[in-house]
């Protein structure tokens, strides 16, 4: 196992310095700095911003939620979370040009719309079926009522 | 009184048990299954946009382009998610006090750099994919030197991270998913979910990027992708990237002066667009398949680029320069590599679904080639030269 993982290793090193001298070797410096800056970015803008709006969303959120509302309430979120993130450049049409209507041509905000209502009556029917379910399948064993830490 | 409680969080003030490996590495599989089919598709792009192919790129099957560029934007896609909650199962990590061991800590570093490329170059390459397939383009780097770079450094990472963590990923594969050996000791509380249902949870969410988006590729999904970046609706029926308007084609492209150029070294023939219409037509259907992703299929009817090269006795194999009306841009002109310069389905197009090349779409004339990058489908063609 030791020798597979330094072998396994060793080959994403070499994988990942030709990926650097592929990134130094074929752009001027402003736009390497340009491209640094966006790699930044990314981790920042997750860690710093993203993971902790998530953290307090679950603190602060989810325990004025009914319990029984709690875990459908996360499956809409995550779903509609991470799906809403990915369509940012569509629903800004930041990439619209006016000599190309086939290009971004739908009406996306209805679209997310439309998307957020069926998952939130989604959510809304599941709370109520576990609510009439009488807590089988509560969220917690025991139901302490304790809110959720991150 | 007590002191604000704003301080950085420790790796122990995280309780929730979901943020456990046993949930990290059933969503890093999926992960880097998404990554590698994205790396290899998104190898095969970059080579059929090479000039120079040692190995001839095939033009077989037709449709190849479209599956390897759909699939790559979509496990793109479908990666969003999963990145995400990878990223959330793990977070606590971060705040993990450094060792005090100078040989520990030295490990430690090259561990949490090695992550830091890792999660940079995955944030990065799912972000300008994204950008890119929405022709979003808010930088000033190049996006397919960057992208196929950071590709690699993020695949070398990504192996790098599987050979760090193999211990680890195999017992926590091998066991339970409510396993608790892998767990943080702090990491006890029941979540709002079980980590059977996180899962379940994250795989609901890849699939429903999925569905809103896919439609820009797979026609039936047309209708639930509210977020496809288009319709496919468009002249004759497919989708346009590069209008007339903004290549600046206009003008030379309707005007009565137009003539393609058939040159083989000193042998030269020029033709009207009626003068083409007059030779044998072909009709063939082809895909248009963008690099950005989108792709959509039509008949095309025009003139076999081999039957124009004989007209100069241009030898088979040789590579065609296609060179467009369009003043510049890095597309104006391109190169037919031999093999789809001679393939019968390699076309001058003339119509489209049976209406004439709408201006759009290059009239009055344009390539089209079986299994070839969009972006290398030249519009407003005026010259096919070989070289002597």
Redesign the interface.
């Known amino acids: 196992m030791r020798t597979t993982r330094v072998v396994v290793g060793t080959i994403g090193v070499v994988v990942g310095a030709f990926g650097v001298w592929l990134l130094l070797s074929r752009q001027d410096v402003d736009q390497l700095v340009d491209a640094a800056v966006w790699l930044a970015a990314g981790v920042i803008l997750h860690d710093g911003v993203l993971a902790i709006a998530t953290l307090l969303i679950g603190a602060l959120v989810l325990p004025l939620l009914p319990r029984a509302a709690r875990a459908p309430a996360v499956v809409g979120f995550v779903v509609l979370g991470s799906v809403t993130l990915l369509a940012v450049p569509v629903l800004g049409r930041f990439g619209a040009r006016p000599d190309n209507v086939t290009l971004l041509d739908r009406d996306y905000v209805v679209g997310w719309v439309a998307l957020a209502a069926v998952i939130v009556v989604t959510v809304i029917v599941a709370s109520v079926l576990r609510s009439r379910a009488g807590g089988a399948h509560g969220p917690r064993p025991g139901g302490r009522r304790r809110p959720h830490r991150a | 009184m007590r002191a604000l409680p704003i301080r950085l969080p420790a790796e122990t ?4 048990r979901l943020r456990s490996a046993a949930v990290t590495a059933r969503v890093g599989t999926w992960l880097g299954i998404c990554f590698t089919i994205c790396f290899a598709t998104g190898l095969i792009s970059h080579y059929a946009q090479n000039v120079s192919q040692p190995i001839p790129f095939p033009t077989n099957p037709s449709w190849g382009y479209r599956v390897t560029q759909g699939l790559h934007v979509v496990t793109g ?1 479908a990666a ?2 999963l990145l ?2 990878k ?2 199962t793990v ?1 606590p990590r ?1 705040f993990i006090r450094p060792p005090k061991n100078a040989r520990r800590l030295l490990l430690e570093v090259l561990e949490r750099g090695s992550i ?2 890792l ?3 995955a ?2 390459q ?3 994919g ?2 890119n ?10 996006f397919r ?2 992208h ?17 963590k ?2 680890i990923i195999r017992g926590a594969l091998t066991s339970d998913v409510e396993d608790t050996a892998y767990d943080r000791p702090t990491a006890t ?5 079980s980590r059977r ?1 996180l899962l379940r ?2 795989w ?2 890849g699939g ?2 999925v569905l ?2 896919a439609g820009s590729t797979v026609p039936m999904l047309r209708r639930v992708s ?6 496919g ?2 002249p004759a029926g497919i ?5 007339a ?2 290549a600046r084609v206009a003008p030379a492209a309707t005007s009565s002066a137009y003539r393609l150029t058939v040159a083989y070294g000193e042998q030269e023939v020029s033709m009207t667009r009626g003068e083409l219409l007059a030779m044998d037509q072909s009709s063939e259907s082809l895909p248009i398949a963008c690099v950005e992703g989108w792709s959509a299929s039509g008949t095309w009817t025009g003139v076999r680029v081999r039957a124009l090269l004989d007209l100069v006795d241009a030898p088979p194999g040789s590579e065609v320069r296609v060179v467009s009306l369009q003043e510049s841009g890095p597309y104006r002109q391109t190169v037919l590599q031999g093999n789809f310069a001679d393939d019968d389905r390699t076309l001058l197009a003339l119509s489209l679904n049976s209406e004439p090349l709408a201006l ?1 779409h290059g009239y009055p004339a344009r390539l089209i080639a079986p299994n070839r990058p969009g972006v290398l489908q030249t519009k407003w063609v005026s010259r096919l030269e070989v070289a002597a």
């Open positions: 003030d995280f309780r929730s896609t969003v998610p995400l909650v990223l959330w977070y971060l830091a490329v999660v940079a170059g944030i990065f799912l972000a300008s994204l950008a397939s929405a022709q979003w383009y808010p930088w000033t780097f190049s030197a960057t196929y770079a950071i590709a690699w450094i993020t695949i070398g990472a990504l192996v790098v991270h599987i050979a760090v193999l211990p509380e029941d979540g709002p979910i249902g949870t994250t609901l969410a429903v990027a809103v988006t509210v977020f496809g970046v288009r319709s609706d468009g989708p346009i990237n590069k209008s308007a903004a759009d």
